[in-house]
């Protein structure tokens, strides 16, 4: 039984192939390693898109759900608050607005003030920095969307100090980068508005 031991033991036929093995190995897991990198690298885009469009889904619904509420009319000081919504994003730097009820580029060029904004009620609109546009309808009533403003007594009123002619006076475009919280109001104004408070 010594003898196998001492056999075993002083054996060194393998010996010269252990630091070969070893950089095979080492190079095969840095060739798992990148595949592993580049497949995130592609994989993480899809992950975004799909998070934004769970976002944007999930304010359509949010305004659609404020359809129904009462309205302020913007006419009467006295009037109680319209039912309000929340919309909260987090959409990464790669988006580069998202219109409300209003398409600010429609010849994307990535340029929001050298065209005639395109409204499109019940539609909000979001575009990528590369160009690609995604659009989701809003189910229910026509919703039409005014900018805000606050007046001398801190009332939201629609802003009327907008470029009404290249239509900039219709929707709501919040330019990219699109973080926090935004609040829209129903009012009455003779037409029923989503009247953003940002």
Same mark, same amino acid.
């Given at each position: 039984m010594s003898g196998r031991m001492s056999a075993f033991w002083n054996d060194t036929r393998g010996?010269? &192939?252990i630091p070969l093995k070893l950089v095979v190995y080492l190079a095969?897991?840095?060739v798992v390693m990148l595949l592993i990198a580049v497949s995130w690298g592609n994989v993480m885009?899809?992950? #975004?898109?799909? @998070?934004v469009d769970e976002q944007i889904t999930d304010a359509a619904l949010k305004i659609t759900s404020v359809q129904r509420g009462a %309205?302020?009319? !913007? !006419?009467?000081r006295r009037s109680a608050d319209g039912s309000m919504c929340v919309v909260e994003l987090s959409l990464p730097d790669n988006v580069r607005f998202i219109g409300f009820g209003v398409?600010?580029?429609? @010849? &994307?060029?990535g340029n929001l003030t050298d065209s005639i904004w395109v409204v499109e009620n019940n539609t909000i609109v979001y575009q990528y920095s590369n160009g690609v546009k995604k659009r989701v309808f809003l189910n229910g009533d026509i919703v039409l969307f005014m900018? /805000?403003? #606050? @007046? %001398?007594? /801190?009332?939201w009123v629609i802003d009327t100090n907008l470029d009404v002619v290249n239509g900039h006076g219709m /929707?709501?475009?919040i330019e990219g980068p699109v973080s926090g919280e935004f609040i829209f109001e129903m009012v009455f104004d003779g037409e029923m508005y989503m009247l953003s408070h940002f």
């Open positions: 010996v010269d &192939t095969l897991t840095g885009p899809v992950i #975004q898109g799909a @998070d %309205a302020r009319d !913007l !006419l009467d398409d600010p580029d429609p @010849d &994307t060029n900018n /805000g403003m #606050q @007046d %001398a007594s /801190g009332r /929707g709501v475009v």
